[in-house]
Structure formats: structure tokens, C-alpha cells
């Protein structure tokens, strides 16, 4: 079986890791904050002292990290897994990342003749924890093909996208939609309790229509509840949301609802709620705070 170098341990990462270990892979595993993988640690997997030290010690890289400026740093920073990797290794990135950068990755990799696929994914906690992610994937079909057992594991349904930056390029449009309905149901539902509708009527009804995302309906336990734990943190959706803009801009795209969204978010993460999930942007409609 092969051995899997993963890095990046935080909400995602962790379970991914946590799935293709009880599957049976072997794991070297690097994560910033070390203590976020003693669990895996326990169970037999190894620890690597550096993004290098992992790439030089198994057949495959796995990266699950949060902006494409920490992917770059970890990639091919001093200790870069780049420097350790072997003459035609894989590199599967997973993390939520923008078109262009997947290509400047894929022709980083090239340069040292490693093999780069983008594999983000769709699903969140929970799916990760369950082995029910949507992978969408970029690159060439042979990388694919070694990777899929990898896909099956961890996620229920991989879709070939086409080439590099074409996986990236569709989890950013999901995402794109996510915030967007996440700002939308959240400001409906507070003009609804505004014009003294019952909350419970608004949920039942809205979320009975066709108008609303599915999607709110998973979420809704939160707004009820009015409690955040992060699934989804509020920063990373900003962030997904700033990476869709720029390549808006890239393709001479006018995304002015896509803006708009964003700043939203972005005012959130302003007034402290980055580390929330990202549907607390209700409370912060509701309350500003
Ligand atoms: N959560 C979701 O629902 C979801 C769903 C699909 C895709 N994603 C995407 O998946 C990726 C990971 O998301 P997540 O929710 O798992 O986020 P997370 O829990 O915040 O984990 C982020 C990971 O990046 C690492 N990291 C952050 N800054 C770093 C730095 N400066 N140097 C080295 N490592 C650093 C973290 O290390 P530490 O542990 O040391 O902080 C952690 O391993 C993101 O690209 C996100 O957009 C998330």
C-alpha cells in the first residue's frame, strides 16, 4: 500500500487523514500546530519535522491548507515539500485555491518534475469525517487514475473537470454560491423577525421553497440555535470569495453581486467573527456585532 505524506491537519485535513488511515494507508503527517495530529500519532502514523522531511518519506503528498499563500510557503518554502520530493511524485492539493494559482503550482511542480493535480472539494465537516466528499478534480488522467482510490476513501463521487485549474475553477463557483445564499437567506430572515413574522414560520416556509438553497436547511440549527461552531469558517469563505473576484477580474468578468457578498463577509471578519462559522453572518446582520 502506499504511503501518504499529509499536510494539514485543521477541520478538513484531520478527518481526510483520519479516513485513509483507518483504511489502512500509512501516514507521515506535518501540520503547524502539532498537537492537531497527536490522534493520528497514536495510531501509528508518523511525524514529519518539516513539509520536506514528509515529501521525501511516502509515495504521495496530500496538502489540505487554508489560503494559496500558505500552500506557496509550504510547497516551496526552505523546507518546501518541493525540495523533498522524488523525480516524478505525486502532489494532490485538495485545498481551496484559485485557477491561476493551480497552474503556477502545476509549473512549479514541472520544474522539479513532480506530477501536480488539483483536487478541491465540495462538503464540509461532516462529509470529511464520514468519507462523503465531492471531489473536483483537475489534470491529466493517468495522475487521476493513481489517485482515485485515494478519492474513493475519502469522498462518495470525484468529477473530472478537464485540466489543471478547471477543479479549482469549480469550487470556486460552489463557493461563490454558497456565500451568496448564505448572505441572502440570513438578510431575509432578518426583514422577516423585523416585520414580527415568527421565526419558525420563516424557517418552515422559506426553507420549503424553491427560492431558498437546500443547503440553508443543513445550516439551520445554527441560526436557531444561535450558536457558531465553526464547520466552515467565516474567514475562509471570505478568502473563497476574494479568490473568486480576482479570477473575475483574470477572465474580464463584472461580478458586482460577488463584491458585494464579499464585503459582507469581509465586514464580519472585521467585528471578530473569522473564526466563527461562516453562517454567523446572520448574527451579524441581526445584531452588527
Ligand atoms: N471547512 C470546510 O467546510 C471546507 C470545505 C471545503 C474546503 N475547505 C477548504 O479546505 C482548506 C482547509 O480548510 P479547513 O476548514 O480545514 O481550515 P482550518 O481548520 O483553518 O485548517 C487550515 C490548515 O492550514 C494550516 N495553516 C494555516 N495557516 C498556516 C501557516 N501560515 N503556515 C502553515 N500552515 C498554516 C493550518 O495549520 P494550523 O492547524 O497550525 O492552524 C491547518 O492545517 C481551505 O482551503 C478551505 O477553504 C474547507
Redesign the pocket.
Known amino acids: 500500500m502506499k504511503k501518504i505524506g499529509f499536510i494539514?491537519?485543521?477541520?478538513?485535513?484531520s478527518r481526510m487523514a483520519a479516513n485513509l488511515q483507518k483504511t489502512g494507508y500509512k501516514l507521515i503527517i506535518y501540520?503547524?500546530?502539532k498537537a492537531?495530529g497527536s490522534f493520528l500519532l497514536e495510531k501509528g502514523a508518523i511525524l514529519g519535522n518539516s513539509p520536506k522531511e514528509v515529501a521525501q518519506n511516502c509515495d504521495i503528498v496530500i496538502t489540505?491548507?487554508?489560503?494559496p499563500e500558505?500552500v506557496k510557503?509550504?510547497a516551496t518554502g526552505k523546507s518546501g515539500l518541493l525540495h523533498g520530493m522524488k523525480k516524478d511524485q505525486l502532489w494532490i492539493n485538495?485545498?481551496?485555491?484559485n485557477p491561476s494559482f493551480a497552474k503556477e503550482m502545476h509549473q512549479k511542480s514541472m520544474e522539479y518534475q513532480i506530477r501536480y493535480i488539483d483536487a478541491?472539494?465540495?462538503?464540509?465537516?461532516g462529509p470529511?469525517e464520514s468519507g462523503e466528499l465531492l471531489f473536483l478534480t483537475g489534470g491529466n488522467h493517468k495522475d487521476l487514475e493513481e489517485a482515485s482510490p485515494l478519492f474513493d476513501i475519502m469522498g462518495k463521487k470525484t468529477i473530472h473537470l478537464g485540466e489543471i485549474g478547471k477543479g479549482a475553477a469549480m469550487?470556486m463557483l460552489i463557493n461563490q454560491l454558497l456565500g451568496q445564499s448564505m448572505v441572502a437567506f440570513a438578510e431575509a430572515l432578518t426583514m422577516g423577525e423585523a416585520m414580527g413574522i415568527q421565526k419558525e414560520k420563516l424557517f418552515n416556509i422559506l426553507l420549503s421553497s424553491p427560492v431558498v438553497a437546500p443547503v440553508m436547511s443543513i445550516i439551520r440549527p445554527k441560526l436557531e440555535n444561535d450558536t457558531y461552531e465553526?464547520?466552515?469558517?467565516l474567514k475562509?469563505i471570505q478568502?473563497?470569495l476574494h479568490l473568486s473576484s480576482i479570477s473575475a477580474y483574470e477572465n474580464g468578468v463584472a461580478t458586482p453581486n460577488l463584491n458585494v457578498t464579499k464585503e459582507i463577509f469581509a465586514q464580519a471578519k472585521q467585528h471578530g467573527l473569522g473564526d466563527l462559522d461562516f453562517s454567523a453572518i446572520y448574527k451579524f446582520l441581526k445584531h452588527k456585532k
Open positions: 494539514g491537519l485543521g477541520i478538513m485535513g501540520n503547524r500546530t492537531k489540505m491548507l487554508s489560503t500558505v510557503e509550504i485538495s485545498s481551496t485555491v478541491p472539494v465540495a462538503g464540509t465537516k470529511a469550487k465553526a464547520h466552515f469558517p475562509w478568502k473563497d
